[in-house]
């Protein structure tokens, strides 16, 4: 399970969700605000979730898992500040096949998982596939053969653009649309962290993005050692833990939950 994706989402949406007695759509949505490349792992995340060929960038509607492009169903997501409004596209993501198992009783038409990074790694990244370099076409070199992309990523991870950004932070959102005694409704829930401008210790720069992965992880390890998990063997985050438990235990750690709900 990984931290921040496959267990606090998963565990939002399952609270979220148990609020209404059925539903038509499910976005999630999440703004990672991170250097494009402040390792040679994350640099191969970035790449990797626009790449033109993956078969894993996936929405489920109507019962089926539907393949999209990169850059596909553009959506503004109105983030918490410091964040703010962010035009988010799909990524894959385990939580749409995840989320699909999970509410398969439930009538979901749609479900939709997005993500963003700070404005200047979207600009990069847009710019690499529109001149296909996200395809990492093999060119040569003096007398060395290496994929172009494979060259700029080693560029970026020792480069100051490439190890740095503006705003750092987690900014995760879901919106779910559904029917409550007869009531259509729209859910928002969010979560809110200690900023990144050092006013809080612990949490300066890099590490408000990084404890946003570490502590959720963390939180599920404990879980499981205590035995507070409704099953045993291979589980989905959505039927492993109590979100509630969860929530407290991010609280505890400075991470907060924050839910409304509307008539449509």
Do not use: C
């Amino acid at each position: 399970m990984s931290g921040h994706y496959g267990k606090r989402s998963p565990g939002i949406y399952g609270n979220h969700y148990s609020k209404a007695d059925s539903g038509e759509e499910v976005y999630v949505s999440h703004g990672a605000f991170r250097p494009f490349a402040f390792s040679k792992s994350i640099t191969e995340t970035t790449t990797y979730e626009y790449d033109p060929n993956l078969k894993s960038r996936v929405v489920f509607e109507d019962g089926k898992f539907i393949q999209v492009p990169p850059f596909a169903r553009p959506r503004e997501i109105d983030l918490p500040q410091p964040y703010g409004k962010t035009t988010q596209y799909i990524i894959p993501h385990s939580e749409t096949v995840t989320l699909a198992q999970a509410l398969k009783d439930k009538g979901v038409r749609l479900i939709e998982v997005r993500g963003t990074w700070p404005k200047q790694n979207m600009t990069l990244v847009r710019g690499l596939y529109d001149y296909g370099i996200l395809k990492n076409p093999v060119v040569k070199v003096g007398d060395t053969e290496k994929g172009l992309m494979s060259i700029i990523g080693n560029y970026l991870v020792d480069s100051e653009e490439g190890k740095t950004t503006e705003l750092y932070g987690y900014a995760l959102h879901v919106e779910v649309v559904g029917y409550k005694d007869g009531v259509k409704k729209q859910g928002i829930i969010y979560h809110t962290h200690p900023a990144s401008d050092g006013s809080v210790e612990g949490w300066e720069g890099l590490r408000a993005y990084t404890r946003n992965v570490g502590i959720p992880l963390a939180i599920a390890a404990e879980q499981l050692a205590k035995g507070n998990v409704k099953g045993t063997g291979i589980l989905i985050p959505e039927d492993a833990f109590e979100p509630e438990l969860i929530f407290k235990e991010l609280e505890r750690r400075g991470i907060y939950m924050h839910e409304s709900w509307k008539n449509l």
